[in-house]
C-alpha cells in the first residue's frame, strides 16, 4: 500500500484501495458458499459468529497499520482517533467470543442431558 505524506493528513493510493474491494467480494462469496453448506441451525449461528469475528479481527489490523501510517506521517491527531476505533473493534470482537463460547458451552450442557436421559 502506498502511503504519502500530504497537506491533508494521510493519502492511500487508489490502485490499491481495489484490491480491498475484491477481497470483501471474495470473503463474502466465500461466506456465502460455506453457510449454505452448513444445516443445522446451532452450528450456522456458530459460523456467523466465528467468520464476523475474523472479519472484525482483520479490521483491528488494518486500524494498526493506519495508525502507525498517522504517527509516521507525523498525525498524531489521526493515530489517537484511530487508536480510539480500534478499541470499540476489540471490545465488539472480545464481546463475540464470549457470545460463541456460551453458546457452545450451552450447546455441550444440552448434548450431555440428552445421553444422561
Not at 466465500?30 to 449454505?36: A, G
Not at 489521526?78 to 463475540?96: I, M, N, P, Q, Y
Amino acid at each position: 500500500m502506498f502511503i504519502s505524506r500530504a497537506a491533508a493528513g494521510i493519502t492511500v493510493s487508489c490502485d490499491r484501495y481495489d484490491h480491498g474491494i475484491r477481497l470483501k467480494e471474495t470473503f463474502i462469496d466465500d461466506f456465502r458458499k460455506e453457510l449454505s453448506e452448513i444445516q443445522g441451525p446451532v452450528a450456522r449461528h456458530i459460523f456467523i459468529l466465528a467468520k464476523l469475528n475474523h472479519l472484525t479481527n482483520f479490521r483491528i489490523g488494518e486500524y494498526a497499520v493506519l495508525t502507525a501510517a498517522a504517527d509516521m506521517s507525523g498525525s498524531y491527531a489521526v493515530g489517537v482517533l484511530l487508536e480510539t476505533s480500534v478499541a470499540d473493534k476489540v471490545a465488539f470482537a472480545d464481546r463475540t467470543k464470549r457470545l460463541i463460547r456460551n453458546l457452545v458451552e450451552t450447546r455441550v450442557a444440552e448434548r450431555k442431558l440428552e445421553q444422561v436421559a
